[in-house]
């Protein structure tokens, strides 16, 4: 079954050409894009059946699939490596992913351009698997680039709106940015360590680089740059909200279950490397608060169902890479995983709310669809209290270890627990006005569930399982990351705290949101409140800070040299010589006591000239 | 032998296409196809069954060495190694893409079209095959006249100004190179006493005392023209833009890889020492090129232009690569060269097309496009992102290698030109955003690709994703950067 691995991308990518080359009809579309993706889910399964069932400590597959390139000292390899890190992130791409692929049939019915969505998404589940497999650094980011490229195809999906087009590629240029960044970053470690296979790498950092010193601070630093981007951490989050113009399932599927954990896999998969710079630690610790505490408070205002759930994925990944900053490895894999089943399963839910609205979004413009919608009703409750990490459901768990590791952890533990702890009581905040907004209060619409099918509800309540008791999956991840120094384990009053952080949340929601909105509206009347609410809703004004100080100037500089300044330096010299031309060319005037003039001008000269140097040499 | 035939039956084909039209015995075009589809079989079936031979610690395919001028040392030496059978590979691929791509563009006198055409690719073959400077640099201006022919001729709008530019560029900066060559010559004569222009006679030319820098600088700007490198480039975006099709596709294509060539054959071998110390300098150039390449790619708005502007920042790497001085970089830069060739030359054939239907290159005239005519865009989409270094086509594995291979050599120059990886997709998408995606100020409809473009492009796109996937047979036919003399 191990020998199979190159099947699981082989199949998605396989329907990716098969959809793009042939014009299938599309029941035929929807076979090979859900079916292509179904394959490689069960090949997953029994991979992992037959991976789990070895002893722990062989635990490792490498399948070496042919000599991608190799110039001088450098080789890379199309490899794949199999351990249960990628083993897990495989299971989570493949499954959520059919999931996914099977609500789309539902989601995507009445699109014209059905099979090349499904095109592009297979592609992307082919680029997934390839990341997290990947056996080399450069493998690995073809995968990150392909995923990428497929983000960008997909959230400009409907292309006859330059808005979307606009939002596509931004989330292409900026996650390039931090891609570059990476792409320096494996430029370094070559140059010093001399391999960019991965398990070699790691080895040889541990064997060459003290911890601590330059290099390794500057390696995990600039590969930072690249899960930056693409986990929509600040400073490079930007793009994330606007990716939400994409169909809903790829906002899903893309970005909150899987390409948006890529930088968290990235970090894990080297976490030797960062574990060498503790200063890189911290400082994602640090970004992860941050960015969880921002994208909360954003959260709160936001009146668009799905930038809310937006905004409340980077939140949720600003707590995946405080996990990882603490070094609680495990628990940032875990919270990855119990997320990609709540998130996917809010995000389908909201897709189900916005198709059964007729594509409203405005949450303000919905309200009381508790009765008229159950099933996305109860998806979102289900999805909403493990988001909001209520004890039982799997959101718990995840973030439970979390919060502990972090309340342990030696270097400012406390702060930044306390600040996730608050930003846990947003979660609460956000999550319930969401859910009271949408689904309580008067009713607004005569919105119904009779334009969802089957293939829609069924990966629903599977998420809504997934989410409730995902919980409870054990993540083999014992022996990929070192133990913990000190058992995470909250006592006392921090863990009271942290218990009752979203229940604080969800008690200040209903006051506002459902039992007297008349406070909600009190504040947001005065001028501070007024002033805040505009000021969260843009993001905390990144967008318009990254406008002025770099957009502009840029834009600034290409357009005033259209014409290529370069050019009217030989424009000059042509300039030149017409002048020379036309003064030479006066010179021709035709008339005699000119030319005689100038010839006796000239023999005075020449004469002069004689008479001057045979002075100056005698 | 074989080495002259490739040249010949070019040469050949293009009078006889000529004399086919003159006495419309047969359509020239498919004279010109058959020509080049021959020389394809003679050279494949020649590297296959090829030997080689050393000389001068170098591996050769094949020489041919006859006194030509003996009087003067002149001979008359061609020989093929791996890259110049890339390059000749190269350069008669997309002679049959130029000639696919402007099938239906030529009205005028097809029969002179096709023979300037031909004798452009003759000139160039001889370039990328000629041993002897002087002979060099025959073929440098056999190449040269032509092709502005073809652009003054069939050209667009404002052809007669870009063709007299790009003549005017390449006459002068040739002018340089042969005052270099002649003067290299010459230096040897007195320090050996030997006159001759044979390449592997001055290779290793003991020139102490002699200006050699400036020699090396004369090589150095007449190929960094050809490049072109900021800030010797400005023909190219005319002659470029007011090509027909066919010209651009070679210009973009072949005509480029001549400058990067003759830096890897003759400037680097020629001038080992002098190479090393100059090294920072161009790989500055080179970065300078691709920065300002692609910012000013950003701002046009006619197509064809803003696709110039991306070869002058894609042939930066090329300059940056070959001045590592290491096996990455070296290979990277053949491997931009190759699957810029195929990159650039797609690209401009949809420029032709898209002129041909619309009769604009205007980009603020176009929009939507791609519900008309989807597989075109599906296709430009996929050259768009090859062009902006996707991993898994051929464009990245060059780049990357360039890279890294410059990091090694120079961090700091390395850091910034990396900063042309976050500029190529802002010019490129747009491209994909202003043509193919939103609504057209002017409602539209656009015919979508024949059934020839899509098989042109399709062939194209096969080897992009072939170098990009599998690259290793390329990298070893390019060898090992032992073969520019510097370790």
């Known amino acids: 079954m191990l ?6 991308p082989t199949f998605p990518l396989a329907g990716f050409l098969l959809l793009a080359l042939c014009g299938l009809p599309k029941r035929l579309a929807a076979w090979v894009g859900v079916g292509s993706v179904g394959i490689a889910a069960l090949l997953t399964l029994g991979i992992a059946v037959e991976f789990l069932g070895m002893p722990a400590s062989e635990q490792v597959f490498r399948q070496t699939l042919w000599q991608w390139m190799s110039s001088g000292d450098f080789t890379a390899t199309f490899a794949l490596y199999l351990d249960p890190l990628a083993l897990v992130m495989m299971c989570i791409i493949t499954g959520i992913g059919f999931l996914i692929h099977l609500y789309s049939v539902g989601y995507m019915d009445e699109d014209p351009a059905f099979s090349r969505f499904f095109a592009y998404m297979n592609l992307f589940v082919a680029a997934m698997l390839v990341l997290v497999l990947g056996d080399n650094l450069v493998l690995l980011y073809l995968g990150w680039e392909g995923v990428g490229l497929c983000s960008y195809l997909l959230i400009g999906f409907w292309y006859d709106s330059p808005e979307n087009g606009y939002a596509a590629r931004k989330a292409f240029i900026v996650t390039r940015i931090g891609d570059t960044s990476m792409a320096i970053g494996l430029f370094l470690l070559f140059m010093h360590l001399g391999t960019l296979d991965i398990q070699q790498l790691m080895q040889s950092a541990g064997d060459n680089w003290a911890q601590g010193s330059l290099l390794p601070t500057l390696a995990a630093a600039l590969l930072l740059g690249g899960a930056l981007g693409k986990s929509a951490q600040l400073p490079l989050q930007t793009w994330l909200p606007d990716a939400m113009a994409g169909p809903t399932p790829i906002s899903a599927l893309i970005h909150a279950a899987t390409m948006v954990t890529a930088g968290v ?6 976490h030797e490397l960062f574990m060498l710079a503790p200063e890189v630690l911290f400082v994602v610790a640090v970004i992860g608060v941050l960015t969880l505490l921002i994208s909360g408070f954003t959260a709160l205002v936001q009146t668009d169902i799905k930038r809310i759930l937006a905004f409340s994925t980077m939140s949720q990944l600003g707590y995946m890479f405080l996990a990882l900053g603490v070094g609680a490895w495990s628990a940032a894999i875990f919270h990855l995983m119990t997320h990609a089943f709540f998130k996917a399963l809010l995000f389908l839910a909201s897709g189900a709310v916005i198709i059964c609205m007729h594509h409203e979004q405005d949450i303000f413009k919905m309200g009381g669809l508790r009765k008229r919608l159950p099933v996305s009703f109860w998806s979102f409750v289900i999805g909403g209290l493990a988001l909001a990490a209520l004890p039982l459901t799997s959101g718990y768990y995840s973030k439970h270890e979390i919060l502990g590791a972090t309340h342990v952890f030696a270097r400012s533990g406390d702060t930044l627990w306390a600040v996730a ?15 009271f907004v949408v689904f309580f209060g008067a009713d607004k619409t005569h919105a119904d569930e009779s334009s969802i099918g089957l293939n829609i509800k069924l990966p629903l309540i599977i998420l809504c399982v997934l989410s409730l008791f995902g919980g409870l999956i054990h993540v083999p991840l014992d022996r990929v990351f070192p133990l913990q120094q ?3 384990h909250l006592a006392g009053t921090a863990n009271a705290l942290t218990i009752a952080a979203p229940f604080v949340g969800i008690l200040i929601a209903y006051l506002f949101f459902y039992g007297k909105p008349e406070l909600s509206e009190k504040v947001a009347a005065n001028s501070l409140g007024k002033m805040l609410q505009r000021f969260w809703f843009s993001g905390w004004g990144f967008d318009w800070l990254y406008q002025k100080l770099l957009v502009n100037p840029l834009m600034w500089l290409v357009r005033a040299n259209k014409k290529d300044v370069v050019d009217s330096f030989y424009h000059l010299i042509a ?17 005699v006591q000119w030319y005689a003039a100038g010839i006796a001008l000239g023999v005075v000269v020449i004469v002069g000239l004689g008479v001057w140097r045979q002075h100056l040499w005698f | 032998m074989v080495l002259v035939w490739l040249i010949l039956i070019l040469f050949l084909g293009g009078i006889l296409a000529w004399l086919a039209d003159r006495t419309r015995l047969a359509d020239p075009r498919w004279i010109a196809i058959a020509t080049i589809l021959i020389d394809l079989l003679v050279l494949i079936s020649f590297s296959l069954s090829s030997s080689s031979v050393t ?4 591996e050769w395919w094949a020489t041919l060495d006859l006194p030509w001028i003996p009087r003067f040392g002149i001979h008359f030496i061609l020989a093929m190694d791996g890259l110049a059978f890339l390059m000749l590979l190269l350069t008669l691929f997309l002679g049959l893409i130029a000639v696919l791509s402007s099938w239906t563009e030529i009205k005028k006198s097809s029969g002179f079209f096709h023979f300037n055409l031909l004798w452009t690719l003759a000139g160039v073959a001889g370039v990328f095959t000629a041993l002897d400077l002087f002979l060099f ?9 032509p092709m502005y022919f073809i652009i ?9 100004y870009a063709a007299i530019k790009f003549f005017i560029f390449t006459q002068a900066s040739g002018l340089l190179m042969l005052l270099a060559m002649v003067a290299l010559v010459y230096f040897n004569y007195q320090q050996s006493g030997q006159l001759s222009f044979s390449y592997f006679d001055l290779l290793g030319a003991n020139l102490s005392g002699a200006p050699v820098f400036w020699l090396m600088l004369g090589f150095f700007i007449a190929f960094v023209v050809k490049l072109p490198g900021v800030p010797l480039h400005t023909w190219l975006p005319d002659a470029h833009t007011q090509a027909p099709t066919a010209g651009s596709v070679i210009l973009a294509g072949i005509l480029l890889k001549t400058g990067a060539y003759g830096l890897i054959r003759f400037c680097v071998p020629l001038f080992p020492e002098e190479s090393v110390i100059f090294a920072p300098t161009a790989m500055t150039l080179g970065v300078i090129s691709i920065i300002y390449g692609a910012l000013v790619a950003f701002a046009q708005t006619d197509i064809k232009r803003l696709i110039a502007y991306t070869s002058i920042s894609h042939m930066g790497f090329v300059l940056l690569g070959v001045y590592a001085f290491n096996s990455q970089g070296y290979q990277g830069a053949v491997m931009t060269m190759l699957a810029h060739g195929m990159t650039s030359a797609a690209l401009f054939a949809f420029a032709g097309s898209v002129q041909q239907r619309i009769h604009t290159r205007d980009m603020r005239e176009m929009g939507g496009f791609w519900g008309s005519a989807p597989k075109m865009g599906a296709i430009v989409m996929f050259f768009s992102i090859a062009a902006l270094g996707m991993p898994g086509l051929a464009n990245f594995i060059g780049e990357f290698l360039v890279l890294l291979g410059a990091f090694k050599a120079n961090s700091w120059i390395t850091v910034v030109a990396a900063l042309g990886l976050i500029l190529a997709p802002i010019y490129s998408l747009v491209v994909i955003q202003r043509i193919f995606h939103g609504k057209p100020l002017v409602p539209r409809d656009i015919s979508d690709f024949s059934s020839r473009e899509v098989l042109m492009m399709g062939m194209m796109m096969l080897i992009t994703i072939g170098l990009g996937l599998y690259p290793q047979p390329v990298m070893e036919t390019v060898g090992l950067v032992l073969q520019m003399g510097v370790s």
């Open chain 1, 3 to 8: 020998n199979l691995l190159w099947l699981v």
């Open chain 1, 265 to 270: 896999y990235l970090i894990a998969r080297t």
């Open chain 1, 421 to 435: 702890v608050l930003g846990a009581l947003i979660t609460g905040i956000y999550t319930s006005r969401l859910i």
């Open chain 1, 486 to 488: 000190v058992l995470p």
């Open chain 1, 575 to 591: 300039w030149l010589i017409r002048l020379l031309h036309r003064l030479l060319s006066m010179s021709q005037t035709g008339r």
């Open chain 2, 55 to 58: 000389i001068a610690g170098q």
């Open chain 2, 137 to 145: 640099f025959f073929f440098w201006e056999v190449m040269l006249i």
């Open chain 2, 152 to 160: 003054a001729v069939w050209g667009h709008e404002n052809r007669t």
